[in-house]
């Protein structure tokens, strides 16, 4: 891993301490924040469901409250930015069939497609054990060389082989990186040619139990569409437990133990699995569009530069045959208010000595399903991407107390930890490391969709930090309701750091870079940063 010298990392932190003259205290209005998480995390929001009532109140609000505050339209002339979606619903009664052995849709399996059009068919296909399915130059892997998998089926691992060994020397030991998640390893299979990819669960490595995957795969699922419908993607994505995997390469005669092992050391090749899958199923697509929000405070000497403080508004909506809401309150509804006041209290700033570079604020669609609103603002921004410095997402807020940490999610990823740092110890905390690196939440939020265009970005999120009951048993449940108790101490602490940092990169003239060679350090440079 790519460290900066000692010298540099000096230098650095000294242009933030240079900045912090710039950075104004901010005064956080706690009833206003109250305000907003009681209103978006209400019943009548219906849970901020993309494509619902919920949606359109959610949007309506957050874009009466950018024009409240005085913010400019920051899309084209536009608060909004349109987000083609499709609603897909695979038809659950399909049947797997795996060499000579059939699995149980839901226990055993999933299976989807982001393809629009009815039906999927997979007919005879070749199987192909790929390892982990990982294809990364900057750490002089890659599972497919050597191997044609055009119109095959791919097999692989979930995580990376760093976790599997908890080498540090390898990936990033313990702790999942990009490579390691569900969405890059479907992505790579796509651009191999696969026609289907299986991953094998493993709730140790995934970071979640199988539940988990059952649930979120064989309901309806939101997807962006492009010109082709999609279908220059994998056809099916597919998910298959650890205990079905096992007996499919009994069945084939192949040992699933010691080829995991082998998956993970250097220099590993695909192996066939002398197999062929067979899948068949119907499906539906609904078309329709949903809505990112994007405002913005206009720079007074570089205003096509851009700093973006973002939380996404959506939620999970009313689910189950009871019609549960998921009121999501903490889970993003405290972001959206962060925001907010960010928003207000920035602009107040602005008007008093203003900003060299224009602050965008955004709320965007579809990123429990996917960052799917995150996908589009990324690919369409409304600024040069490599004129955006930095993308700093909330994601979750500390509702209780002040603590005495701030969390950083990732270690030696951009120069933006550095700011982190700084500011972080001016407040009198220190920084606090993911305590679940192997999760890789760093890969699982709205700007992980920047950082796949180049752009650095930092992710604020306090999950259950003042209690400890919250991820058990409220995180993506009907139970993360607002409370009319809570004292918020925490978030406006939050708020103040995350105001800092935003005053010293909108004075600035910083261009944070990347640490850590990755794809992302690269597509930064062919923007010239």
Not at 375 to 389: D, L, R
Not at 436 to 441: H, N, S, T
Not at 480 to 495: E, N, T
Not at 516 to 524: A, G, L, V, W
């Amino acid at each position: 891993m790519f460290r900066f010298p000692k010298l540099a990392l000096t230098a650095i932190t000294s242009v933030a301490l240079s900045l912090s003259a710039h950075a104004d205290v901010t005064d956080f209005d706690k009833s206003q924040l109250h305000q907003h998480i009681s209103t978006l995390a209400s019943d009548r929001f219906e849970g901020r469901g993309p494509l619902t009532e919920g949606e359109r109140l959610s949007v309506d609000y957050i874009e009466q409250q950018f024009k409240a505050i005085g913010l400019e339209p920051g899309y084209h002339g536009s608060y909004l930015q349109s987000v083609p979606l499709a609603k897909v619903t695979a038809d659950q009664n399909m049947s797997l069939k795996l060499g000579n052995l059939s699995f149980i849709n839901g226990p055993e399996y999933t299976a989807r497609s982001n393809h629009i059009t009815d039906k999927l068919k997979l007919k005879d296909s070749e199987m192909v054990f790929v390892g982990y399915g990982i294809n990364a130059p900057e750490y002089g892997w890659n599972d497919y060389q050597g191997v044609d998998v055009r119109g095959k089926t791919v097999v692989m691992l979930v995580n990376d082989p760093g976790f599997a060994t908890q080498d540090p020397n390898l990936f990033k030991g313990n702790a999942m990186t990009y490579y390691g998640r569900w969405t890059y390893k479907y992505e790579e299979a796509g651009k191999q040619g696969a026609a289907a990819a299986i991953i094998i669960h493993k709730t140790d490595a995934a970071g979640y139990p199988w539940s988990v995957v059952e649930n979120s795969n064989t309901g309806s699922k939101y997807t962006l569409v492009d010109d082709n419908n999609n279908l220059g993607q994998v056809d099916i994505m597919a998910w298959l437990h650890q205990d079905a995997a096992k007996r499919l390469f009994k069945n084939a005669k192949l040992d699933f133990s010691k080829l995991s092992a082998a998956a993970a050391k250097p220099g590993f090749k695909a192996v066939s699995m002398n197999q062929q899958a067979n899948l068949e199923f119907a499906q539906y697509s609904e078309l329709a569009e949903s809505k990112n929000l994007v405002g913005m405070i206009k720079g007074a000497h570089r205003p096509d530069e851009a700093v973006v403080i973002h939380a996404h508004w959506d939620h999970l909506g009313k689910q189950g045959g009871e019609g549960h809401i998921y009121n999501g309150a903490i889970d993003n509804a405290t972001g959206v208010a962060g925001v907010l006041e960010l928003a207000r209290t920035l602009k107040a700033i602005h008007a008093k000595k203003p900003f060299a570079r224009s602050i965008y604020f955004t709320s965007f669609t579809a990123e429990e399903t996917g960052m799917i609103g995150a996908q589009q603002f990324a690919e369409q921004p409304p600024v040069a991407t490599k004129n955006i410095a930095a993308f700093l997402n909330i994601d979750g807020m500390n509702v209780g107390a002040p603590l005495d940490y701030v969390l950083r999610y990732g270690n030696d990823v951009s120069e933006l930890e550095l700011y982190l740092d700084r500011i972080a110890k001016d407040q009198n905390r220190y920084v606090k490391p993911d305590p679940r690196p192997q999760a890789g939440l760093l890969y699982r939020s709205d700007h992980f969709a920047l950082f796949k265009q180049g752009i650095p970005g930092l992710l604020f999120m306090s999950l259950g930090d003042n209690d400890p009951d919250y991820i058990p048993n409220r995180y993506h449940k009907p139970a993360d309701d607002y409370d009319p108790s809570w004292p918020l101490d925490g978030m406006v602490q939050d708020l103040q750091l995350m105001s800092t940092m935003a005053q010293q990169l909108a004075y600035g003239d910083d261009w944070p870079k990347w640490l850590e060679d990755s794809e992302f350090k690269q597509r930064r440079a062919q923007d010239g940063r």
